[in-house]
């Protein structure tokens, strides 16, 4: 029997107008109050918050403006590194882990969201088949690239073994193309790493 998925309870969510890949990384400036409250928390606790594509909606929330509406497939975002370069605001950087289900979701009355999540099988590990090695040559060359003339941008210190793999190739193409967010939430969503890469290529 398979076992049983991994479900969490009252996960903190972080809406967004971007997409969240697993093994992607994510700066965040973050000033609203009911999130400087819940990234203190994680941040304290060493524990993850949930990254959901927004839907309908507007990032920062403005008064009146009607609840906002979720993608269906999040990731759980760690936080690596955490600074407050003044009070009320906090400058955060984040890296994608595993995939989750929205389950139910909820708007707690200061409009923080939380939700009860399904965590999603981890990507199985693909070896690149020969019809799609260019996308593989050519992430490697586009961050060997960004190295040199970046050299402060965060580019993906991907091993050899990155590099083979469909899916981390994949979403580090997702993560470069100039796609609308709704095709890198679809993208994001598909359970078959061959899928998504072939798709990007």
Partial sequence: MPPEPLTLSSLPLFPLGTVLFPGGTLPLRVFE????????KCHRAGAPFGVVALEHGHEVRAAG????QLAPVGTLAHITALEQPQPGLL????RGEQ????DRPSQLKHGLWVADVTLLPPDVALAIPDDLRHAARWLRQVHANLRVQ????????GSSADYDDCAWVANRWCEL??????VRQHLMSLDSP???????A
Avoid: K, T, W
Avoid at 33 to 40: A, E, H, Q, T
Avoid at 91 to 94: D, K, N
Avoid at 194 to 200: I, N, Q, T
């Fill in 91 to 94: 400058v955060v950087q984040c």
């Fill in 150 to 157: 970046s050299p402060g941008a965060p580019v993906p210190a």
């Fill in 33 to 40: 109050v009911r999130y400087l409250d819940m990234i203190g």
């Fill in 99 to 102: 995939r989750f289900r929205v």
């Fill in 65 to 68: 403006a009607p609840p906002e």
């Fill in 194 to 200: 061959l899928l998504r890469l072939e798709l990007v």
């Fill in 177 to 182: 193309l100039p796609l609308p967010a709704a």
